[in-house]
């Protein structure tokens, strides 16, 4: 085998694990979210397939592919087929600028855990998770339903609230780390992570991904209470699984995002690197899955009023109070 | 070899989605073609070894931009634009002017271009583009912020006027 195949191979190799473990963890977290919305709220949740109900994201696949896939009359028929994958494939994509472990020596050569080391990987997060929302909005959109429209127009309405707090939150951070690259982010934390410098900060990141990944209480997009289930109501069997699984990516991947910027990424004692990292993923994926047990949602103005005049200002005056710090250090 | 031909197909994309971002009539489709042809310009910026370029394509015209244009389309009842009225040749005459313009400076910087053999550029780091930006060309960057923030007062200002009306 040539130096260079085995580059190739190595490379495969990594992104079909990745690309599998993601998957994987994304129906676990709906089971799991079921399992802890049930201790939440004092049921035993889904407890009949396999042991402990383990199978049941199997059941769901299994469900989802066999259903029909129905599509509404009148509906944009080739956007309403492509807005699902619009949703997803971003979320998977932001994935390959993590690393979510130590560089691990193989074969005699240095392999970094990480798909792909871009110099502008912040930059690269920002971008792709402000595509993702097309998905959202075109779904709606396309659909020909009030209902699906609203929940779409809710969406675009929502990015635009929540996608400048995000953007300023992680500057100190570059600020900090002197790099837009994430190994080398996490590199800077060895010692001490970001939270620790930047507990405001964290809070506006955790606060504009809770809204980037929809969750309660900011899921105004999908508010089944009013909207039947926003911009995927028209949407059946595996092109609402797409819709459904995306967000369950998400969550992983922005737990990973927060666990990267501000937990210190794969630096922790004891364990290896990469267990730390997952443990800190998981982390923050349960944070929001114990918030959508909690919190009631939010109204879409007082979301609007969140992000344009509380998180946004906030954010600045946390860059200016960096700035000064890290002037007269 | 390899990056020309990825160059040429997106190069292809890119002016496809343009023209039909011009031709389709229905204001969504032509959104979403010319989000097709910002994306592949970011990867051609990518390929030029830009990636703070492709990034800010990315973050700021398909991400920032054309979603408020999908908002605002989406926000407002159009009914069938598609049946509104051909500009009469006053609205044309400004831009036809100003495109004029455009087009005859790229001729003109095509025709001067020195042939010299072109060495394939190095990664430009962000630190750099950050200096040149900011110690070269401050001046420029001062005057385009005070440029939009004229723009900004004269919105807000034209906004306020109109919701008056409609008390």
């Known amino acids: ?329 | 070899m390899m990056e020309q031909t990825i160059f040429y197909i997106l190069a292809a994309v890119a002016v496809i989605g343009t023209v039909l971002a011009i031709t389709e009539k229905h204001p969504v489709h032509a959104i979403l073609y010319l989000v097709t042809s910002l994306f592949s310009m970011a990867v051609i910026f990518y390929l030029l070894m830009a990636p703070l370029v492709a990034a800010f394509e990315v973050i700021l015209y398909a991400g920032a931009i054309m979603v408020l244009f999908l908002f605002v389309i989406m926000m407002l009842d159009l009914g069938h634009p598609e049946k509104g009225m051909a500009p009469s040749w006053r609205e044309w005459l400004p831009a036809a002017l100003l495109s004029a313009v455009s087009i005859a400076s790229l001729i003109t910087v095509i025709v001067s271009r020195h042939t010299s053999a072109v060495s394939y550029p190095a990664a430009v780091p962000i630190r750099e583009v950050a200096r040149r930006l900011f110690q070269e060309h401050g001046l420029a960057v001062e005057l385009v912020s005070l440029q939009l923030l004229f723009a900004l007062v004269g919105a807000l200002y034209l906004g306020k006027q109109s919701r008056g009306e409609g008390k």
């Open chain 1, 1 to 329: 085998m040539t130096a260079f195949s085995l580059d190739i191979t190595l490379f495969a190799v990594k992104l079909g694990l990745v690309f599998f473990v993601i998957l994987t963890l994304a129906a676990y977290l709906v089971f799991a979210e079921r399992k802890v919305l049930a201790w939440v709220q004092d049921r035993k949740g889904p407890n009949r397939v396999g042991p402990f109900g383990l199978l049941q994201p199997l059941a769901d696949l299994i469900k989802l592919l066999t259903k029909e896939d129905v599509v509404p009359g009148g509906a944009d028929r080739w956007l309403f087929y492509l807005a699902p994958a619009m949703a997803a494939i971003p979320a998977i994509l932001i994935f390959s600028v993590i690393p979510f472990g130590a560089p691990v020596n193989i074969f005699g050569r240095d392999l970094p855990l990480v798909v792909s080391d871009l110099n502008v990987g912040l930059l690269f997060f920002l971008a792709l998770s402000s595509i993702a929302v097309y998905g959202v909005a075109i779904g709606g959109w396309a659909s020909n339903s009030k209902y699906a429209l609203l929940g779409g127009i809710r969406g675009l309405a929502q990015l635009i609230s929540y996608e400048l707090s995000m953007g300023l939150s992680l500057v100190p951070i570059v600020m900090l780390s002197h790099s837009f690259n994430l190994a080398d982010i996490v590199a800077a934390q060895k010692t001490v992570p970001f939270i620790v410098y930047q507990p405001l900060a964290f809070i506006i990141f955790l606060l504009s991904i809770t809204a980037e990944c929809k969750r309660i209480p900011f899921d105004l997009p999908e508010a089944e209470g009013e909207l039947v289930a926003g911009f995927h109501t028209e949407y059946s069997g595996m092109r609402f699984g797409l819709f459904f699984v995306g967000e369950y990516i998400n969550i992983i991947v922005l737990g990973g995002l927060a666990a990267t910027f501000f937990l210190g990424g794969w630096h922790g004692p004891l364990l290896p690197p990469t267990v730390w990292f997952s443990l800190k993923t998981l982390a923050v994926a349960f944070f929001f899955i114990w918030m959508r047990g909690t919190l009631p949602r939010l109204r879409y103005d007082q979301l609007m009023h969140l992000g344009w005049k509380v998180l946004t200002p906030l954010a600045l005056v946390n860059i200016l109070i960096t700035g000064w710090w890290l002037a007269l250090k």
